[in-house]
C-alpha cells in the first residue's frame, strides 16, 4: 500500500496488517494529546489506483472554513434502493447513526473530559442511512458525515471520509478511533472486519465509560423520598420560622417589662434573713415608714407596704423597730402593730415622759425589776452621757422597741441611751457639755410647743437666754421648768411657786437654763435646739392644748393677748387646763 493511503488510524499497517489493541491504545492517546487538531489521511478509495511508490505523498491541508449551513431536516432511515446495496445489521449492538451535515471548523475542538447523558436510542439500531447519488470525480461515492450518539458519549462525533476531487481529505474522527470509509465499492467481508475492530475497540472503551457514569432511572420510590424530603424540608423551616418568632416575643417582651412596670416585685415571699433596725420618728406616717423599710430592703414596694398597714387598720408609734431583710408584707405590718409582742421584749416611750415614767414602762415589757433599772439611772456615765447629767433624764430616746427574749437591763438602757447621742452627733453637736444643753433646750421644746412651732419656741428661748436682753433679763419663765421641779404635772401655777428660787428648775426666778433636761425629748425636738428657727420672739403661748396652736410675741403687752385666748379655751374646755 502507498504511503498516502497508509492511515494508521485506520487500524491496518503498511502491509494491511491490522494492528493490536495495544498499538490501537497508543495512537488514541497520542492523538487526545495532540487535542484532535490533525486531520489523518484517508485511505485509497476503491478502484482509485495507488500512486507510485517514487511520487511523493501528498499532505493533508486544512480544511476551509464552511458557511454555517442551514439546519438540516431530521434525516429518515432509508429504505435500501437497488441497485445499492443494503447495509447490514451489526453483530454487536451500536448507537443510532444520525446524519448530519456540521460546518467544517479550522481546527476541532478539544474533547471535554465527561459530558451529560443524552437520550440514548437503543444500541441495537444501527442503520447506515443511503448515499444520495451524486457526480464526483473519480466517480466516487460521496460519504456523509455520520454522527455516531453514545449514552453518556455526547462528544463522540465520527466524520467519515469526504471525497472531494482527487484529493480525499482525511477521515476526522473525535473519539480518536478511526473508521474505515462506507462505500458501495466494499465487500461485505471488509466492511465487516472493520465493524469487528471497531467494536472491539468502542466495546473496551464503552465498558469502562458505562462503569463511570451509569443512566439514572427515574421510579416511583425515588419521587416518593423527593417529595418527601421536600416535605421535611418545608416542616423544618416552618420550625425554624416559628423558633424565631417566639425568641422576638421574649426578647421584646424582656425590654417592655421595665416600661411598663410589669418586673416590679410588690412583696418578698418572706419570712427573711438577718436584722435590720428601724428607726420610726415621733409624728412620722406610713408613707415615710413604708419609704425607710424599701431603702433597708425589708419590703419590696412601698405601695404595696401601705396598702397592707391601712388594710390591718394599725396606728404608727415612735420608737425603734427591729425587722428582717425581705420580709412580707403582712409580717412587716405585724412588728409594727405589736402583733408579735409575746416573741420578743415590747415597750413604747412616749416624747415628753420624764424619766420615771420611762423606767416604769421598760420594767413593765422587759420584767425588768425596777430597782436594777434606778440602779442604771443613778450611774449615768457606764453609758456614755455628758459629765454634767446626774441621771439619765432626757437621754432615753422616746419609740417603740423589740428585744429579744432575755437582753439584759443594760443592753436596753444602752441602745436608748445611744439613739439620743447619735441624733446630735447627726445634728453636729460633739462637745458633751453642749450636747447636756441641747437636751435641756429640746425637753423644754417638747413640753412647751406644737411640734409644728418647735423651731419658733427654740429661737425664742435662745433670744430669753442673750446677755443683751433686757424684756426678761435671762429668765425662761417656762411653766413645764416649774412643774419638773415640783414634781407634778400642772398647767397653773401659785405665784408662791413662780417665786420660788430654791426649785432649781424654776425659771421664772433663776435665769438661764434649768438643772437639767425635763423629760425625754424626741428626735424633732432634739433638731430645733440644734438648729433653732431664728426669730425676734420673746413670748409664745399654746392657746389650744388640742391642737397645740402656739402664738408667738415679740412684747409682753402682745403675749397678754394671747394668753386672754388661752383662759378663753380653758373655760370653754372644763377639766382639760389643770
Not at 14 to 34: C, D, I, N
Not at 403 to 427: H, Y
Not at 480 to 508: P, W
Request: with cysteine; hydrophobic share 35%; proline share 10%.
Amino acid at each position: 500500500m502507498s504511503p498516502v493511503n497508509n492511515d494508521p488510524s485506520s487500524g491496518t499497517a503498511g502491509g494491511g496488517m491490522p494492528l493490536t489493541r495495544k498499538e490501537l491504545r497508543a495512537r488514541e492517546r497520542f492523538l487526545a494529546t495532540q487535542n484532535q487538531n490533525v486531520v489523518p489521511v484517508p485511505e485509497a478509495t476503491p478502484g482509485e489506483a495507488a500512486p507510485s511508490a517514487d511520487v511523493e505523498p501528498e499532505l493533508p491541508r486544512p480544511i476551509p472554513a464552511v458557511p454555517k449551513p442551514i439546519a438540516a431536516p431530521e434525516p429518515v432511515a432509508a429504505q435500501p434502493v437497488a441497485p445499492e446495496p443494503v447495509a447490514p445489521e451489526p453483530v454487536a449492538p451500536e448507537p443510532v447513526q444520525t446524519v448530519v451535515t456540521p460546518p467544517v471548523p479550522e481546527a476541532l475542538p478539544p474533547v471535554p473530559e465527561a459530558a451529560p447523558a443524552i437520550a440514548t436510542p437503543s444500541p441495537s439500531e444501527h442503520v447506515d442511512p443511503a448515499l444520495p447519488e451524486e457526480e464526483h470525480h473519480n466517480d466516487a461515492l460521496p460519504v456523509p458525515a455520520v454522527a455516531h450518539v453514545y449514552a453518556g458519549h455526547a462528544n463522540e462525533v465520527h466524520h467519515y471520509g469526504v471525497h472531494e476531487g482527487s484529493v480525499h481529505e482525511g477521515s476526522v474522527h473525535v473519539d480518536d478511533h478511526a473508521f474505515a470509509e462506507h462505500a458501495p465499492e466494499y465487500d461485505y467481508e471488509a466492511h465487516e472486519g472493520h465493524m469487528e475492530l471497531h467494536d472491539d475497540l468502542h466495546g473496551e472503551v464503552h465498558d469502562e465509560h458505562h462503569h463511570l457514569i451509569a443512566p439514572v432511572e427515574v421510579t416511583a420510590s425515588s419521587k416518593a423520598a423527593a417529595k418527601k424530603a421536600r416535605r421535611r424540608r418545608r416542616v423544618l423551616a416552618l420550625l425554624i420560622t416559628l423558633g424565631v418568632f417566639v425568641a422576638a416575643i421574649a426578647i421584646g417582651a424582656q425590654f417592655l417589662k421595665p416600661l411598663l412596670g410589669m418586673d416590679k416585685v410588690t412583696d418578698y415571699p418572706g419570712p427573711g434573713t438577718g436584722s435590720v433596725s428601724i428607726t420610726v420618728p415621733e409624728g412620722a406616717g406610713p408613707k415615710a415608714v413604708a419609704t425607710a423599710l424599701v431603702e433597708n430592703h425589708v419590703v419590696a414596694d412601698a405601695d404595696s407596704f401601705v396598702k397592707e398597714f391601712v388594710t390591718e387598720g394599725g396606728e404608727l408609734s415612735p420608737g425603734e423597730f427591729t425587722f428582717r431583710t425581705e420580709m412580707k408584707n403582712s409580717d412587716a405590718v405585724a412588728v409594727l402593730v405589736n402583733k408579735d409582742a409575746s416573741k420578743v421584749i415590747y415597750f413604747a416611750l412616749s416624747a415628753g415622759l420624764r424619766i420615771t415614767e420611762s423606767l416604769e414602762a421598760i420594767s413593765k415589757g422587759s420584767g425588768i425589776p425596777m430597782a436594777q433599772l434606778n440602779g442604771f439611772n443613778q450611774a449615768p456615765g457606764q453609758f456614755g452621757v455628758p459629765a454634767k447629767a446626774k441621771n439619765l433624764e432626757g437621754f432615753l430616746a422616746p419609740g417603740e422597741y423589740r428585744f429579744p427574749l432575755g437582753t439584759s437591763g443594760k443592753d436596753i438602757i444602752q441602745k436608748l441611751v445611744s439613739s439620743t447621742l447619735d441624733e446630735l452627733k447627726a445634728q453636729g453637736i460633739t462637745d458633751p457639755a453642749k450636747q447636756y444643753d441641747t437636751v435641756t433646750i429640746a425637753s423644754i421644746v417638747q413640753a412647751e410647743g406644737g411640734q409644728a412651732d418647735y423651731g419658733n419656741v427654740a429661737g425664742a428661748i435662745y433670744n430669753r437666754l442673750k446677755p443683751n436682753n433686757t424684756e426678761t433679763n435671762g429668765l425662761i419663765q417656762s411653766d413645764a421648768t416649774v412643774t419638773y421641779g415640783l414634781g407634778k404635772k400642772s398647767f397653773h401655777l401659785t405665784d408662791e411657786e413662780k417665786a420660788d428660787k430654791s426649785n432649781t428648775y424654776n425659771t421664772y426666778a433663776n435665769p438661764g437654763l434649768p438643772a437639767g433636761p425635763i423629760g425625754s425629748p424626741g428626735k424633732t425636738a432634739i433638731d430645733a435646739a440644734a438648729k433653732p428657727t431664728q426669730n425676734d420672739y420673746l413670748y409664745w403661748v399654746t392657746i389650744n392644748l388640742d391642737t397645740k396652736e402656739t402664738k408667738f410675741s415679740k412684747t409682753l403687752a402682745e403675749h397678754s393677748t394671747y394668753v386672754e385666748q388661752y383662759n378663753a379655751w380653758c373655760q370653754a374646755n372644763a377639766g382639760r387646763c389643770v
